[in-house]
């Protein structure tokens, strides 16, 4: 299997709010950067979005390391917290449904065909690929104005 390295990062405008995400992904010498936005969302959704689009842009089934300054997205997979929804029908600690579940669904299949290990990064500090991923993702929000 190829290893690629992906780094994401999300970012609102108000939460909710306009949302961007930003992606780069690296394999070898080759790198390639994606963005989108979205008019009313929140960071966290904008946060798993990158990870899924990022996901999405490989061709074939990799070894990927994803880097995120995300708390929730790499927690949902460190701490066991997704194994847990699942189990219990996607349903929090609180008894309460969980929170962007479309998206931690969509997450899980696209990882389906990957082996994905998540490292979390500190944000906004000196980690090159990080602060451009936000870059990538503010640009995004200002392009929706």
Known sequence: MKEVTIYTDGA????PGPGGWGAVLMYGSHRKELSGAEKMTTNNR????????A????????????????????NGFARGWVDGWVKNGWVNSRGQPVENQDLWKTLLREMERHR??????????DNEW???????????IKALE
């Open 46 to 53: 904008m946060e798993l979005v990158a990870v899924i689009e």
């Open 116 to 125: 994905v290990q998540y490292v979390k990064v500190k944000g906004h500090s």
């Open 130 to 140: 990080n602060n451009r991923c936000d870059q990538l993702a503010r640009e995004a």
């Open 12 to 15: 609102c405008s108000g939460n």
């Open 55 to 74: 996901l999405r842009a490989l061709k074939q089934p990799c070894r990927v390391t994803v880097y995120s300054d995300s708390a929730y997205v790499v």
